[in-house]
C-alpha cells in the first residue's frame, strides 16, 4: 500500500516546485533576451525621460552631455550649434542649415562638425510621448589626441571637402555605447572613470562610421576645412565688425576664391551671409531675453542703417522685427 507523505516530504516536494518553476522561468527570460530584438532607443528614452522632467535643456554630471525634452511641437527656432553629436530617441526634429534642410527621427544621429547657425522645429510629439534627444559635445584636443593613435588616412585629409552638418542612423555599436554612457547617470559615482572611456568609444564610432571624414577634415591642419574652421571662429568672435573677405582669407591661409568655394561647401553659406545669420540671431535674442528696442538691437550686432537691418531680418524670419517680437512676448501668441 501507499503511504502519503508526511508534512515535511510534503513541504519538500512543493519547495522543489517552486524551485522548479522559478527555473523555468529564469530560462524563459533568457530565451526571451536571446530571441527578442534589443531596442536601445526604449531604454535611452526611458532614461532621458527620467532625468529630463521637463521641457527644455538638462545639463548632467557628465561634462558635455545634456538631455533635451519638449512635449509640444515648436514653431521655427534660430540659433548656433557647436560641434556636436546628439541622437534622437523619440520625436522627430527639421533643421535648416543655409539652403539645405535635414530631417531626423528615432534612432538617427545628427553630427555637427564646426559652429554653424540653425534654424530647427520639433515636430510628431506629444505629452504623452514627447521630444527626447541626448547632445555630446565634441572635445577638438580629445578628438586630436585619438587621432594620433589610430592613424589617419591621407584621402579624407586631401578630399574636397563636405557638409559640416550631416544625419545618419545610429549603428548598433554607437547606439551601445550612448547607452552605456546614459546609463552612468544611475551611478555618479562611476562617471569620473567610465565617462571618459565611454566618450572616447563613441569618438572612434565616429571617426570610423561613414561622418569620419567630416571630423578628419576638420582636426587636421593642413585640410581647407580646418581653415574653414578658423575663419568661422574668427567671424563668431567678431561678427559685429564689417567683415573683409582679403583679411578673412588672409587670417585663414587661403585665396579670396578657394575661402568662398570650401566656405560654402562646409557651411552651405558665404561668409557674408553667415557672418548675418549670426548678427540677426543675436539681436533677435537681444530684443527678446534683454528686450532691447529695434534700433538698439541692430546697432549692437552692428548695423549702422536700421532699414537694412529690418529688411534683412525680415528676409530671414518672415516678419519684420517688431511684428516678430511682439508676436513672441504676446500672451495670446504663447497660448
Known amino acids: 500500500m501507499y503511504d502519503s507523505p508526511n508534512l515535511d516530504e510534503r513541504r519538500s516536494f ?14 524563459k527570460n533568457n530565451w526571451l533576451r536571446m530571441t527578442l530584438p534589443f531596442n536601445p532607443n526604449q531604454e535611452l528614452a526611458s532614461i532621458i525621460a527620467r532625468f529630463a522632467t521637463g521641457d527644455g535643456e538638462h545639463h548632467t554630471p557628465i561634462e558635455g552631455l545634456n ?11 534660430h540659433g548656433a550649434y557647436r560641434p556636436c ?58 578628438l586630436k589626441e585619438l587621432l594620433s593613435r589610430v592613424g589617419i588616412p591621407r584621402e579624407a585629409v586631401t578630399a574636397e571637402p563636405v557638409r559640416g552638418l550631416a544625419v545618419n542612423p545610429a549603428s548598433p555599436e554607437l547606439l551601445d555605447a550612448s547607452l552605456r554612457l546614459l546609463r552612468l547617470l544611475d551611478r555618479p559615482e562611476d562617471i569620473p572613470a567610465m565617462a ?44 559685429t565688425q564689417p567683415l573683409r573677405i582679403e583679411e578673412l582669407a588672409e587670417r585663414a591661409g587661403m585665396s579670396v576664391s578657394s575661402l568662398h568655394h570650401h566656405f560654402k561647401a562646409v557651411t552651405a553659406m558665404t561668409p557674408i551671409q553667415y557672418q548675418k545669420q549670426l548678427r540677426l540671431h543675436e539681436a ?11 534700433g538698439s538691437a541692430g546697432h549692437r550686432v552692428g548695423y549702422q542703417s536700421p532699414s537694412q537691418f529690418s529688411r534683412e531680418y525680415s528676409r530671414l524670419y518672415g516678419l519684420s522685427p517688431l511684428r516678430d517680437v511682439e508676436g513672441i512676448r504676446s500672451p495670446v501668441a504663447a497660448e
Open 85 to 142: 553629436f546628439a541622437i534622437v530617441v523619440q520625436g522627430h526634429k527639421t533643421l535648416t542649415v543655409g539652403a539645405d534642410t535635414y530631417h531626423y527621427g528615432v534612432g538617427e544621429y545628427i553630427l555637427t562638425a564646426l559652429d554653424l547657425p540653425v534654424s530647427t522645429q520639433v515636430t510628431n510629439v506629444g505629452s504623452e510621448t514627447p521630444y527626447l534627444c541626448f547632445g555630446m559635445a565634441l572635445d577638438s584636443e580629445r
Open 196 to 239: 571618459p572611456l565611454i566618450e572616447q568609444e563613441i569618438l572612434y564610432r565616429l571617426l570610423t562610421g561613414p561622418n569620419g571624414p567630416r571630423l578628419l577634415q576638420v582636426a587636421m591642419a593642413e585640410s581647407q576645412s580646418n581653415r574653414v574652421a578658423r575663419a568661422i571662429a574668427w567671424i563668431r568672435g567678431n561678427f
Open 284 to 294: 533677435r535674442r537681444l530684443m527678446i531675453v534683454e528686450q532691447l528696442d529695434v
Open 67 to 77: 538631455l533635451y525634452r519638449q512635449s509640444a511641437a515648436t514653431v521655427w527656432q
Open 14 to 27: 512543493e519547495t522543489m516546485d517552486e524551485d522548479l518553476d522559478r527555473s523555468r522561468q529564469i530560462l
